[in-house]
């Protein structure tokens, strides 16, 4: 038989893998057709928001307010007043939005809007959150909201089948939406690290997370809806009514659940905090904005997640890694998951010989959520501290954190995606510093140029670097050590502080694998 063997043996595979493709895609992958829809005008008077819009910029000395948010119970509260402020529209877009206590009082919050006669848009990426399918339509099922799902699986309901498309369609599934977008109103918007669920709000039984929001206000709020838009409207996003069975009994069952939350324990210290304040103009004030001409809201094409780009447009990291490498003084960075590769050590320690002080504050490896990633960032450490960088890790548990949880767990894992630069340039986005961020997932974020805003992003760096907070790297006869303070005293440790055995096993594990450009 010879050279016929072969393909005795490739040919029932081959016929095999093609129908399970067939089974899989009855449509071959066609998109669903849906009508195109953009964002609403705004007008002077017609929205509460519209109101406080128009009297914040009409006095204002620039074209856009910004002002950040470090505090997790104030990043809820934003969100639930804003949306209890809005008349007009909400525009959300989110990585992960779980079916926790603070997803769904959140969530709570949008239906009542859109009770009101609020046009609600909801864009998710279908891997990264945790509801439901059953939760999806329940949402969708409602007049005033339409649900889309970013690059989402055909088969839904049949894990077989969802398991089986995941596999064939591995290199596309393994592209994610990671943007993070609240618009309401068109009048202020919400861009930042955080998602929708515990962990970003103080509630994680867990971890919590310390992360960075911008509420913006003026007209960078314009860019923001432009980019929802784009990614509303590309062919990534399928609205959930092709994907799933009609099933109206969904919303009133959903209404039930939600309507036990607010009597609970656990909700009270949340609610709470929105009770103290009658408008959203109450916990974000008008002396807090600060207000800045140059201002930029960038964002990948969503075609990234197709793996093309649109009309030669940069992804989002061929723009800001200029704007990092013309550092003249300072260059300080936050990055839960950092690897850099051998092209950022290389970049980053021709910074330090120019005299640049460069610094990086990371998860340590007892504090990050995604241990496989710190195997990823570990093997550069050697080089970088080698190149003159200065390298923090975060504590998991640490002095000084105060009420950091109010209850859920007391760890803290860091969150936040930003670097400021020579005092007077800022980014604060969804984009992590490593290969999944910029070859991989969809990100935004904001690019500003404002001495004030930048020196409040560093008072929190220096905070967050400190001996009570974290760890500072050294390297000494070729290891990397680790420095902390006990009594008052300077401690030198050895060997990954604090983190378990599994922990360390895993890390050392991924490591020998060449999974670096999926981390």
Wanted: hydrophobic fraction near 45%; glycine fraction near 6%; include cysteine.
């Amino acid at each position: 038989m010879g050279w016929f063997a072969p393909i005795i043996i490739v040919l029932p595979v081959v016929v095999v893998l093609s129908v399970v493709v067939a089974w899989v895609y009855p449509k071959a992958l066609k998109s669903p057709s849906k009508p195109p829809s953009r964002v609403l005008e705004t007008t002077p008077s017609d929205t509460e928001l519209d109101r406080y819009g128009n009297r914040l910029c009409q006095g204002a000395k620039a074209a856009s307010g910004l002002l950040l948010l470090t505090s997790n119970l104030d990043a809820f509260a934003a969100r639930m007043l804003a949306a209890r402020s809005a008349g007009r529209s909400l525009d959300l877009m989110y990585y992960m939005w779980n079916a926790d206590l603070t997803g769904m009082l959140i969530m709570r919050e949008v239906i009542a809007a859109a009770d009101r006669g609020v046009r609600v848009r909801i864009l998710l990426d279908d891997l990264g959150v945790s509801m439901s399918d059953k939760i999806f339509h329940a949402i969708d099922c409602h007049p005033q909201i339409e649900l889309r799902l970013f690059n989402p699986t055909k088969a839904r309901e049949n894990v077989l089948r969802r398991a089986i498309e995941m596999a064939v369609r591995f290199r596309s599934v393994n592209r994610r939406m990671h943007n993070k977008a609240w618009i309401a109103d068109g009048r202020i918007s919400i861009v930042g690290g955080r998602n929708i669920g515990d962990e970003y709000f103080d509630a994680g039984e867990r971890a919590n997370f310390r992360d960075f929001d911008l509420v913006i206000v003026g007209d960078a709020v314009a860019k923001t809806e432009k980019i929802f838009d784009d990614y509303w409207n590309s062919a990534v996003a399928v609205p959930v009514r092709s994907l799933l069975a009609h099933r109206p009994e969904g919303l009133a069952r959903l209404r039930r659940i939600l309507g036990k939350l607010p009597g609970g324990e656990r909700a009270k210290p949340y609610l709470d905090r929105v009770r103290e304040f009658t408008s959203l103009e109450e916990i974000v004030r008008e002396d807090d904005y600060i207000w800045v001409d140059k201002v930029e809201v960038l964002a990948d094409p969503p075609e990234k997640a197709a793996g093309k780009r649109r009309n030669g447009q940069n992804m989002l990291m061929e723009t800001l890694l200029p704007v990092m490498t013309e550092s003249t003084t300072a260059l300080r960075i936050t990055s839960p998951y950092f690897i850099p590769g051998g092209r950022g050590v290389a970049a980053l320690t021709k910074l330090t010989r120019s005299g640049v002080k460069v610094a990086v504050l990371t998860n340590s490896l007892a504090a990050t959520d995604v241990a496989a990633v710190h195997a990823g960032y570990a093997r550069y450490r050697p080089a970088l501290l080698q190149g003159g960088v200065e390298l923090y890790e975060l504590k998991s548990h640490a002095a000084g954190q105060g009420s950091f949880s109010l209850r859920g767990s007391g760890q803290a894992s860091l969150h936040t995606k930003a670097f400021s630069r020579d005092g007077q340039y800022g980014f604060i986005g969804s984009l992590n510093l490593d290969p999944r961020s910029v070859s991989l997932n969809t990100e935004m974020g904001v690019l500003f140029n404002s001495t004030d805003l930048v020196n409040r992003m560093d008072a929190v760096f220096a905070e967050e670097t400190a001996a009570e907070l974290s760890y500072a790297l050294r390297l000494e006869d070729g290891s990397v050590s680790w420095l902390t303070v006990v009594n008052a005293q300077k401690v030198v440790i050895k060997r990954e502080p604090d983190a378990s055995f599994t922990r360390k096993a895993v890390s050392w594990l991924i490591a020998w694998l060449p999974l670096e450009s999926q981390l």
